[in-house]
C-alpha cells in the first residue's frame, strides 16, 4: 500500500505561483512514475505532468514553460511548481504513483486562480 498526501493548494491572483507537494509513505519502493492530475467539476480528470524514477517528465501542451514537476528522492515526495498561473489552472489537483501492480491515489488539494 501507498499512502500519498498533496499539500499546498490555496488562492491565488493570475500570475502567480504556487508549488504543489505530493508526500509518499508506505511501500514506496515500487513506485515507478508519478504523476499531477487536474479536475474542474462536471470534467473528467486530466493528466498535467509526469515524472518517472529516472527523472524524465512531460507535460500537458497548456502548461509547458509555466508548471515543473520535480521529485526529492530524500523526502519521498514530488513537488509540481506552478508560475504564471491563469484562472483556467482553477481545479482541485490530485497525485498518482503508480507501480506494477497498482495505481494510487492522494485526496487532492485545491488550487483557484483569480482574474
Known amino acids: 500500500q501507498v499512502y500519498l498526501v498533496e499539500s499546498g493548494g490555496g488562492l491565488v491572483q493570475a500570475g502567480g505561483s504556487l508549488r504543489l507537494s505530493c508526500a509518499a509513505s508506505?511501500?514506496?519502493?515500487?513506485?515507478?512514475?508519478t504523476h499531477w492530475y487536474r479536475q474542474t467539476p462536471g470534467k473528467q480528470r486530466e493528466l498535467v505532468a509526469t515524472?518517472?524514477?529516472?527523472?524524465?517528465?512531460n507535460y500537458q501542451d497548456s502548461v509547458k514553460g509555466r508548471f515543473t514537476i520535480s521529485r526529492d528522492s530524500a523526502k519521498n515526495t514530488v513537488y509540481l511548481q506552478m508560475n504564471s498561473l491563469k484562472p483556467d489552472d482553477t481545479a482541485v489537483y490530485f497525485c498518482?504513483?503508480?507501480?506494477?501492480?497498482?495505481?494510487?491515489w492522494g485526496q487532492g488539494t485545491q488550487v483557484t486562480v483569480s482574474s
Open positions: 498518482k504513483a503508480s507501480t506494477p501492480y497498482n495505481d494510487y
Open positions: 508506505g511501500n514506496i519502493y515500487n513506485i515507478y512514475v
Open positions: 515524472i518517472t524514477n529516472g527523472g524524465t517528465t
